[in-house]
């Protein structure tokens, strides 16, 4: 969940710093506004990611039950020392991986949101998109159609 706040205020500050670079010449054009958590709500790589997160959870869940009753069953002191030592090194390798890949993806789909953004505001002629959020008043709601999009 971290992972999409960083996201929405990446996407958050693209907005506001491409607002700020051109807010004479925008006044001038078409400008857009888009909820980015909404579309980051109903874009199916998000609801895609958090189902294989909580498939890797269960597993890892699965392999520690597993590890605790083989060390549990050792009777040797020193083997079961040397047994933790061995798994907490496999657990934290484990969790490392599975950590890399979730932001990798989390990456992955903020870039194709960003440019699915950028795509559909230019393919309509907008020349500004501001994050939902920050917009009182004005603008022209682009969220459902980026939306679909990103589906």
Do not use: H, P
């Not at 498939?55 to 079961?80: A, F, G, R, S, Y």
């Not at 890949?101 to 789909?109: G, S």
């Not at 309509?124 to 990103?150: C, N, P, R």
Request: proline share 0%.
């Amino acid at each position: 969940m971290k992972k999409i706040i960083f996201l929405l205020a990446v996407l958050t500050t693209l907005g506001i710093g491409f607002g700020a670079g051109c807010f004479y010449e925008c006044n001038q054009n078409k400008i857009a506004v888009v909820d980015v958590v909404e579309v980051v709500a109903k874009s199916q790589q998000v609801q895609n990611l958090k189902v294989e997160q909580a498939t890797k959870v269960q597993e890892i869940t699965e392999w520690l039950k597993n590890v605790q009753n083989e060390v549990k069953t050792e009777t040797d002191e020193e083997k079961q020392k040397e047994l933790l030592q061995k798994y907490n090194e496999e657990f934290a390798a484990k969790r490392e991986e599975i950590q890399q890949q979730y932001t990798e993806n989390l990456k992955a789909i903020d870039e194709n949101i960003t440019q699915t953004i950028t795509a559909e505001a230019k393919k309509k002629g907008y020349k500004l998109v501001i994050a939902k959020g920050f917009t009182i008043y004005g603008g022209v709601d682009i969220t459902e159609d980026i939306a679909k999009v990103v589906k």
